[in-house]
């Protein structure tokens, strides 16, 4: 596996030049253009700003009367989920909306995975001045535990990475997948601690709610965000030892049923 990842390098050009043309075609003949990157995850967060601190505000110590900082907790949460949900949605595809150029061109075929995961990674960067710039103008002060964001970055881009391989590889051979995967990630999202706070009474009053937020490893990369930003503390190392852990078995699973059905790829597509 590290021989025919290392083989990558070769083709990082083309790489690149997939993720520039993917990059310009989102929102080609768009007003707002590449403002897309932020707006998309700012109108979600004012959504649920909108519901759960105004319309039917949820009873969270940490937010009692102050629906600003609850909307600035809930982008911290959001920009990074949107990156995982997007390529996600997009990898469940990506092999068969280019199928033309599996069947005529020899090139790893692994590199529209990961062109899916970096581009919407790039908009996740995009996204991050404001929401450092809704912390300098109206929450906290950001603290120096900020620096901490590469390394929940790479965490997260691991993970997604590995769930890449995996799903666009199966989505070839069983389409349902890709729509299963959007219903199984409006489940996921209210399963990780976006719109709470993990330490909120809604969850520790239920064990077995604890108990699945425990086992998603997407609760601890968020959290890692919220900490590193909204908390301005250390995220709690032992989950992220964990999750780094089953992120790289994942990866490894991942591309390894990825290279393995590699070779039916043309056939189906």
């Not at 009053?205 to 609760?219: A, D, E, S, V, Y």
Request: avoid cysteine; glycine fraction near 4%; proline fraction near 5%.
């Amino acid at each position: 596996m590290l021989r025919k990842l290392k083989e990558l390098s070769k083709y990082r050009q083309l790489i690149l030049i997939l993720i520039s043309r993917e990059l310009k075609a989102r929102y080609r003949g768009t007003v707002f253009g590449f403002l897309w990157s932020f707006l998309n995850p700012l109108l979600l967060m004012i959504v649920y700003s909108v519901v759960f601190g105004i319309i039917m505000p949820a009873r969270w110590p940490q937010f009692e009367g102050k629906t600003l900082y609850y909307s600035v907790f809930l982008f911290t949460g959001i920009l990074p989920w949107t990156w995982f949900s997007s390529s996600m949605l997009e990898s469940s595809n990506v092999l068969i909306i280019y199928g033309n150029l599996i069947k005529k061109i020899k090139f790893p075929i692994e590199a529209l995975p990961i062109m899916v995961v970096v581009t919407n990674m790039v908009h996740f960067a995009l996204g991050l001045p404001l929401l450092i710039l809704f912390y300098i103008v109206f929450a906290k002060s950001l603290s120096s535990w900020v620096l901490f964001l590469p390394v929940a970055i790479f965490i997260q881009f691991i993970f997604t990475m590995g769930f890449s391989f995996f799903i666009s590889a199966l989505t070839v051979h069983f389409r349902d997948i890709k729509d299963i995967l959007s219903n199984l990630l409006t489940l996921w999202f209210f399963a990780t601690p976006i719109i709470y706070p993990f330490d909120s009474p809604h969850v520790l009053g239920r064990g077995w709610i604890k108990i699945l937020l425990w086992l998603n490893p997407m609760t601890h990369i968020i959290e890692a965000y919220q900490y590193s930003f909204y908390y301005g503390s250390l995220p709690h190392w032992k989950k992220l030892s964990v999750t780094i852990f089953v992120g790289l078995l994942l990866f490894y699973f991942g591309y390894k049923i990825f290279d393995r059905l590699r070779d039916t790829f043309v056939e189906e597509v």
